[in-house]
């Protein structure tokens, strides 16, 4: 397809033929709140809980550093209590220490105030991804509760208040939502540029049985469609963003096996690589068909390097790979 042909030339143009790792701790998946669409969300009370302990995260982040992964990535439900802000800014120093500073650290620990971003900003992390989810006011509505815990202005001011306190900001869409129109995905794409993100996380929404957007499965595309809508929303988008990062969403590999490295061929340059211990992955299920649940790390990164080598792809072992948006935006504002 000539749009994914000229994505690619842009790619190799702007960014190079590397892809960059982010090794991914799922660091708990008790939440707070309650997104229709997420397989953790508070109200499910057949998700059991977990989070691992301090030594557990440390763990993953060392395996990360001595497999020159360069950096990682924490998610996690989102909470914003003090003991829980608290942990997070111990962790980040931990790591920092640990690896001498030379761990990249990206967060995706969803809304929180600017303090508690400026603090995981002075403890060491440098980017954070957080999802606007669908920059329709009226879909993301329509796809969360009704209450000031899930609002969109709030949202669009903890982007702000991220980017206030210093990271890369990242944010991204689902694609393929119940409801959601060709127009809205563009419009979404025209969201993403005019935030002038450094980082984007997109991936295709899949349905859990155990929440509330489930009941809306018959106004679905099929898996397939979302997928190639999925791949679609990636190359447009390198062509409209040519240097920012653009991560290949695990969902992707949900639907089809090779989805990640597919969406590497027509845009994506970024790839995270599940470093969670076995037992807790499985727990960590946002949506139906998880991929890699029962791989060891070590599994993951040999699995892993194949994989993008087969695509023709270099890996920037030990690089940060930041946006090289960001870096040309820092030197626009320095100037
Ligand atoms: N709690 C944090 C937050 O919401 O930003 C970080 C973790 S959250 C699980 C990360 C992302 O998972 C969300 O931004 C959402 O886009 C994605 N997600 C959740 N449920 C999904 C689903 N059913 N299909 C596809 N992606 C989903
Ligand atoms: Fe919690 Fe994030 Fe899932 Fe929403 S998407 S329920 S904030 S984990």
């Not at 440390?58 to 829980?84: K, L, M, T």
């Not at 563009?186 to 929404?205: K, S």
């Not at 030990?318 to 960001?326: Q, T």
Request: net charge neutral.
């Amino acid at each position: 397809m000539a749009l994914f042909r000229k994505s690619r030339e842009i790619t190799d143009f702007q960014i190079g033929n590397k892809v960059y790792l982010r090794g991914l701790i799922e660091y708990s998946n008790v939440c707070a709140k309650d997104c229709l669409y997420c397989g953790i969300r508070k109200s499910n009370r057949k998700q059991e809980r977990y989070s691992l302990t301090d030594e557990e995260v440390i763990a993953c982040a060392q395996y990360a550093f001595e497999q020159h992964y360069g950096s990682i990535v924490i998610q996690a439900g989102e909470r914003s209590d003090h003991i829980f802000t608290a942990r997070i800014t111990a962790i980040l120093k931990e790591i920092k220490k640990l690896s001498q500073g030379k761990l990249g650290i990206t967060l995706s620990l969803g809304e929180q105030t600017l303090e508690t971003y400026q603090e995981w900003f002075e403890a060491g992390a440098h980017r954070y991804l957080l999802r606007i989810e669908s920059s329709d006011p009226k879909l993301f509505a329509k796809i969360h509760p009704h209450d000031k815990g899930h609002s969109f202005e709030h949202r669009l001011k903890s982007l702000h208040d991220i980017r206030k306190a210093g990271f890369h900001l990242g944010t991204g869409v689902m694609i393929g939502l119940p409801f959601q129109t060709l127009e809205q995905m563009a419009d979404d794409l025209l969201f993403l540029r005019a935030l002038d993100v450094d980082m984007v996380g997109m991936g295709p929404y899949i349905e859990h049985q155990d929440t509330p957007l489930y009941e809306a499965s018959d106004f679905l595309l099929t898996r397939q469609e979302r997928l190639d809508l999925a791949f679609k929303m990636i190359a447009i988008l390198r062509l409209m963003m040519p240097d920012i990062n653009i991560a290949a969403a695990t969902a992707l590999q949900a639907i089809d096996p090779m989805g990640r490295e597919k969406a590497l061929k027509y845009g994506a340059n970024i790839i995270m690589p599940n470093i969670t211990p076995n037992v807790f992955r499985n727990q960590y299920k946002l949506y139906e068909d998880k991929p890699c649940t029962d791989e060891s790390p070590q599994e993951c990164t040999t699995c892993l390097e194949a994989r993008i080598h087969m695509i023709g792809s270099k890996i920037g072992y030990d690089e940060w790979g930041d946006s090289k948006h960001f870096n040309a935006h820092q030197k626009y504002i320095n100037n």
